[in-house]
């Protein structure tokens, strides 16, 4: 009987040490929550989007899907309907925006070193892209229409509280040389009305360099209020 002949091929298939050599056998349960997970990271992201380009009003949940890439079926498995989407969307921008600042404000003020006044210029620089992130804009879209959309500002006025009390929290830890909190806090509410009020100025005639005539006259305040804090070298 040759090598070749049917019979042959049956025994090696028979052969226990090579019956023993199985194909792993793929996590079907888990595959489908990491596409599940997948999917609805899409549609939040396609979302975020859709508010930037076409505002609040605009932004449908069909539209949403086209944005994603989605049938609408699994556009409503996920998100069976607008309000749901859009509160999930102001839960994820939640913690984004939070991670986002403590990235651009990571290592500007070192506990082991002096604060310097290009240390402080960063840190008004920082804060002016903070404003400028598709994450700050996507949710000030969502907090603006909450003004005369009473479901969903009874959805965003609770993650507001909460966002800033958690922005204070972070802003107080990667700013560890300030010791008088009070003090803390007004500079912190002047850098952030200020650069919400610009970054939504859009509009506003020679916008760039009166940008960067606040930008500079912000960080010499900030500058004086560290010295008389005796924080700055």
Not at 94 to 104: N, P, S, T
Request: aromatic content about 6%; glycine content about 4%.
């Amino acid at each position: 009987m040759s090598a070749s002949s049917p019979q042959s091929k049956v025994k090696a298939t028979n052969n226990p040490a090579t019956a023993s050599v199985k194909r792993p056998k793929r996590n079907e349960k888990g595959w489908q929550a990491e596409k599940s997970a997948m999917t609805r990271s899409v549609i939040l992201e396609a979302t975020i989007q859709c508010l930037l380009e076409l505002g609040y009003a605009s932004t449908t949940t069909a539209l949403i899907a086209n944005n994603a890439g989605v049938s609408r079926g699994a556009m409503m498995h996920h998100f069976p309907s607008r309000m749901s989407v859009m509160t999930a969307v102001i839960d994820f921008l939640h913690g984004r925006r939070l991670q986002e600042y403590r990235d651009l404000m990571a290592d500007i003020d070192d506990p082991g070193q002096s604060l310097t006044h290009s240390a402080i210029a960063k840190s008004v620089e920082s804060a002016w892209q903070y404003v400028n992130l598709p994450s700050f804009l996507g949710y000030h879209e969502l907090l603006t229409a909450s003004r005369t959309d009473a479901e969903l500002r009874q959805v965003i006025e609770p993650v507001e509280k909460d966002f800033e009390k958690q922005f204070l929290d972070t802003a107080k830890a990667v700013f560890p040389h300030w010791k008088n909190i009070a003090r803390l806090e007004g500079a912190h509410d002047m850098v952030q009305f200020l650069m919400k009020g610009m970054v939504l100025s859009h509009m506003t005639v020679r916008e760039k360099a009166r940008v960067r005539r606040v930008k500079a006259y912000l960080t010499a305040i900030l500058s004086d209020i560290y010295q008389e804090e005796k924080l700055i070298k």
